[in-house]
């Protein structure tokens, strides 16, 4: 397992356990996958406030609460922005909503602290001066150690880092082979084809300047309506390319995916969504391995089913 230093403290692995799907596992079935996952060498694990409407953090507290010499092994990250309203869903960062999402998580997940608290999305109304406020109290009261941000872009970073007394240390985005709008953009500078549209302000190049984990949400997925990429019809090329450097390495495509995210030097942290043993296996094995130039644009070129030389 590869890790990350990202501060004197946080020894993060490159990998992340992501909770979304988790909702409907057994106890007991979690507590064999987090042992594994934790004995395979992952120890950051990625909820939210609304994965299963509660559900999954509730299911992983009550591992926790079986398993309590595992707490101090973790680095756990919650998620609160997003609500389920009567008539719609809608974003909420005002200071309130913040502080009484974090106490409903940290009594689901049975702690009395977060490593890592994000904004899960972009609230256009939200006053920064108040996230700020609600970050302090949190921090003071030993509630959250470290904040950062999901689905924002570079200027909605800037803004909200102005006003913060804490840094900004993670954004979690969508990135896999089949959504790379973040990297492509930057291939088409001031050309006129679709993927020069720039629809993130040069996220990716913004975190890299100021040292920014991206956390990379959703890489085995297609889209939600078609399912993983993985073994998908609608993309042979991808499947032929991750295969044939599934068999270099003795490897699963999956693995070679993992490395793929890996191999960016922004040091991007892969969460897996997996809730199967074998997957989760398949995929630390990626962990270490270190792609070439070549083969990492040949993966993306699969995917994007385009040469990449104008
Ligand atoms: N910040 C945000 O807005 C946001 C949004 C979405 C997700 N997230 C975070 O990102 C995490 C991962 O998202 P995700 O669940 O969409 O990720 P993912 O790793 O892309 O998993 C998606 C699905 O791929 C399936 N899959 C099929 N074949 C696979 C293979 N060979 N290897 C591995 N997986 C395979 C998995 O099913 P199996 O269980 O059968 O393996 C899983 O259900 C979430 O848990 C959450 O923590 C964040």
């Known amino acids: 397992m590869k890790y990350l230093q990202l501060n004197q403290e946080l020894k993060a692995s490159q990998l992340v356990f992501g909770c979304m799907r988790i909702d409907g596992m057994s106890v007991e079935g979690l507590e064999e996958l987090v042992h594994e996952a934790l004995d395979l060498g992952v120890n950051f694990f990625d909820h939210a406030d609304i ?10 507290g009550e591992v926790l609460a079986r398993n309590p010499e595992m707490r101090e092994k973790m680095i756990i990250q919650s998620k609160c922005g997003i609500r389920r309203g009567a008539n719609v869903n809608f974003y909420d960062a005002s200071k ?28 256009t109304l939200m006053d920064p001066k ?19 941000v999901s689905n924002m872009n570079s200027m909605q970073m800037e803004m909200l880092q102005a006003h913060l007394d804490v840094n900004i240390m993670f954004n979690q985005l969508q990135l896999s082979p089949v959504h790379s709008g973040m990297i492509q953009s930057g291939f088409y500078v001031n050309m006129k084809e679709a993927p020069s549209i720039d629809h993130d302000g040069s996220v990716l190049e913004y975190c890299r300047k100021n040292e920014i ?18 073994d998908h019809v609608d993309y042979p090329q991808l499947n032929e390319t991750l295969q044939m450097y599934a068999d270099k390495y003795g490897v699963k495509k999956n693995a070679i995916v993992v490395a793929w995210i890996n191999r960016h030097p922004a040091r991007i942290q892969p969460i897996f969504g997996t809730t199967s043993m074998t997957h989760l296996q398949e995929m ?14 040949h993966i993306l070129a699969s995917a994007m089913k385009v040469d990449l030389l104008p």
């Open 51 to 60: 994965y299963g409407g509660g559900k999954s953090e509730t299911v992983f």
């Open 96 to 123: 309130s909503y913040i502080l009484e999402s974090v106490d409903k998580s940290l009594e689901r997940l049975q702690t009395n602290y977060l490593d890592v608290l994000l904004l899960h999305r972009p609230d």
């Open 130 to 148: 108040e996230v700020a406020e609600a970050f302090n109290e949190l921090y003071r009261a030993k509630k959250v150690k470290y904040f950062g």
């Open 213 to 230: 984990t991206i956390q990379a949400w959703s890489i085995m997925q297609a889209s939600w309506a078609e399912g993983s990429f993985i």
């Open 284 to 297: 630390c094995a990626g962990s270490n391995i270190v792609l070439t130039h070549e083969e990492y644009y």
